[in-house]
């Protein structure tokens, strides 16, 4: 893997709805503001300059705020400087482009790049490379197509996002794809082109997640240090599958006489409020209906500080989404000697080695899920060995410091056809030869 770096270079992050200020585990907060987080810092420690722009939503937070070193994180006025939601924000982008390339233009030292996160952050990346001439590389993190798929008539975004994302496809000077499941994708449904797909995944930091005595962290969270344990951790929203857990947990008492605890972490408050999550209102009347509500706990929503905590007290960590493009939480699960269960789709299936460091099950099949929990907690032996065989496994292929360093060598790779670029620019109209134009057709103004 290359390290030679041009220069130390300022990059522009674009991440609209995603801040890495916000607080992770509420409904409109999650992986990508981890990615977002993570990555910046990490490659602001290998010499770059980061800014993070992202919608201004909060009056109490300034204009710039000097987060880390080496990077800012910049508010955008784009709309009312209050939350809301990411499915309304696309007739925002014309002025979040307006006022980000004002702040571009009255920077004293150049952009030398865009990473824009997301496809609205795409088409303001598109925008200003058309205004102001700088090269953009985007990951979408999630696909308008793969999301209609999955929850149909419930997707509230604009029909138009299907039209930005060919658009921002079409301009982009390459697209960072999360997994092989969503390279796949970008391929069969939109007719990306091949050339300028690269995977790249996301990532743990093994300084925030690590292996600690299950008694010790059992003991730090106040949960019986007996009895087997199982842990869901994530948004409280329906495609997340946490009704899948609870559902496999029922079947366990009935079909294979195991009890288990689960613990169920996440929510839109500290405490877990129904009435401020309403998942949880459902869930915990799936848990009455299944006859495990005395087995099932909700913690609300945790800080990630405590995380490992959860992660170690678990005897193995289950997430059984719908679809997912990635999934942050099997990395981190896996960071701290858990075995994993977890839905075969998106990054999932790509992450969790199945039967190695856990196993991949149909989403959606309680009893499937049920089947794999069972062979695990009757099996100590086999739990060890796949804890231990996925702690080897992240700390090899996913910390975030690979994954900048990956991503930092797709910037100059980048920057470095675009300097090429411009000098073939340059010397054709030294010669008085036509510029080349691009055969791109562009879906979308």
Request: aromatic share 8%; with cysteine.
């Given at each position: 893997?290359?390290?030679?770096?041009i220069?130390?270079?300022?990059?522009?992050?674009?991440s609209?709805?995603?801040s890495?200020?916000?607080?992770?585990?509420?409904?409109?907060?999650g992986?990508?503001n981890?990615?977002v987080?993570e990555?910046?810092?990490?490659?602001?420690?290998?010499?770059?300059q980061?800014?993070?722009?992202?919608?201004?939503d909060?009056p109490d937070q300034p204009?710039?705020?000097?987060w880390?070193?080496?990077?800012r994180?910049?508010h955008v006025k784009a709309?009312?400087?209050?939350y809301v939601i990411?499915?309304?924000?696309?007739p925002?982008?014309d002025?979040f482009?307006?006022?980000?390339?004002?702040?571009?233009?009255n920077?004293?030292?150049?952009?030398?790049l865009i990473?824009a996160h997301?496809?609205?952050?795409?088409l303001?990346?598109?925008?200003i490379?058309?205004?102001l001439?700088?090269?953009?590389v985007v990951t979408?993190h999630?696909?308008g197509?793969v999301?209609?798929?999955?929850?149909g008539?419930c997707d509230?975004?604009?029909k138009?996002?299907?039209?930005?994302?060919?658009?921002?496809?079409?301009e982009?000077?390459?697209?960072?794809?999360?997994c092989?499941q969503d390279?796949d994708?970008l391929l069969t449904?939109?007719?990306a082109?091949p050339?300028?797909?690269t995977i790249i995944?996301n990532?743990?930091n093994p300084?925030?997640f690590?292996?600690?005595?299950?008694?010790?962290?059992?003991?730090?969270?106040?949960?019986?240090?007996?009895g087997?344990?199982?842990?869901?951790?994530?948004?409280m929203v329906?495609?997340k599958?946490?009704d899948?857990v609870i559902s496999?947990?029922?079947v366990?008492k009935r079909?294979?006489?195991l009890s288990?605890?689960?613990?169920?972490v996440?929510g839109?408050?500290?405490d877990p409020?129904?009435?401020?999550?309403?998942?949880?209102?459902?869930l915990?009347q799936l848990?009455m209906?299944?006859g495990?509500?005395?087995q099932?706990?909700?913690?609300?929503?945790?800080?990630?500080?405590s995380?490992r905590?959860y992660?170690?007290?678990?005897?193995v960590f289950?997430i059984?989404?719908w679809?997912?493009?990635?999934g942050?939480?099997?990395?981190?699960?896996?960071?701290c000697?858990t075995p994993?269960i977890?839905s075969?789709v998106?990054?999932?299936?790509?992450?969790?080695?199945?039967?190695?460091?856990g196993?991949?099950?149909?989403?959606?099949?309680?009893?499937a899920?049920?089947?794999?929990?069972?062979?695990?907690l009757?099996?100590?032996d086999?739990?060890?060995?796949m804890g231990?065989?996925?702690?080897?496994?992240?700390?090899q292929?996913?910390?975030?410091h690979?994954?900048?360093?990956?991503?930092?060598?797709?910037?100059q790779d980048v920057?470095?056809?675009?300097h090429?670029?411009t000098?073939?620019?340059e010397?054709r109209q030294?010669?008085?030869l036509p510029?080349l134009?691009s055969s791109?057709k562009?879906?979308l103004?």
């Amino acid at each position: 893997m290359r390290r030679h770096y041009i220069t130390k270079q300022k990059v522009a992050v674009i991440s609209e709805h995603a801040s890495p200020l916000t607080v992770v585990g509420g409904v409109e907060a999650g992986g990508q503001n981890i990615a977002v987080a993570e990555l910046t810092q990490h490659l602001a420690r290998s010499g770059y300059q980061v800014d993070v722009f992202t919608r201004w939503d909060d009056p109490d937070q300034p204009e710039i705020v000097h987060w880390q070193s080496g990077v800012r994180v910049i508010h955008v006025k784009a709309g009312p400087v209050s939350y809301v939601i990411k499915e309304e924000m696309l007739p925002m982008m014309d002025e979040f482009t307006k006022h980000l390339t004002w702040f571009m233009q009255n920077e004293e030292e150049p952009y030398q790049l865009i990473h824009a996160h997301f496809f609205m952050s795409g088409l303001v990346a598109a925008n200003i490379k058309r205004i102001l001439g700088i090269p953009f590389v985007v990951t979408f993190h999630a696909l308008g197509e793969v999301r209609r798929q999955y929850q149909g008539s419930c997707d509230r975004f604009p029909k138009e996002r299907l039209l930005v994302e060919q658009r921002v496809m079409a301009e982009a000077d390459r697209i960072i794809a999360l997994c092989p499941q969503d390279r796949d994708d970008l391929l069969t449904l939109y007719g990306a082109d091949p050339q300028k797909l690269t995977i790249i995944g996301n990532g743990f930091n093994p300084d925030e997640f690590f292996p600690l005595p299950p008694d010790t962290a059992r003991t730090q969270l106040d949960i019986p240090t007996t009895g087997p344990v199982i842990l869901q951790l994530g948004r409280m929203v329906p495609r997340k599958g946490v009704d899948t857990v609870i559902s496999a947990l029922g079947v366990l008492k009935r079909d294979y006489k195991l009890s288990a605890r689960l613990l169920v972490v996440g929510g839109e408050s500290a405490d877990p409020d129904s009435s401020k999550t309403p998942e949880i209102a459902r869930l915990q009347q799936l848990a009455m209906t299944e006859g495990v509500a005395d087995q099932v706990t909700f913690t609300g929503r945790r800080g990630r500080d405590s995380l490992r905590y959860y992660y170690s007290a678990a005897d193995v960590f289950v997430i059984t989404p719908w679809y997912e493009p990635f999934g942050i939480t099997p990395l981190e699960a896996m960071a701290c000697g858990t075995p994993v269960i977890g839905s075969n789709v998106g990054g999932i299936k790509h992450t969790v080695r199945d039967q190695k460091t856990g196993f991949l099950v149909p989403p959606r099949q309680p009893k499937a899920l049920a089947e794999r929990l069972s062979v695990l907690l009757t099996n100590p032996d086999l739990m060890h060995r796949m804890g231990q065989r996925a702690l080897r496994h992240v700390q090899q292929h996913y910390t975030w410091h690979q994954v900048a360093c990956q991503t930092a060598d797709l910037y100059q790779d980048v920057l470095s056809n675009s300097h090429l670029a411009t000098r073939l620019r340059e010397e054709r109209q030294q010669h008085g030869l036509p510029a080349l134009v691009s055969s791109n057709k562009l879906a979308l103004r």
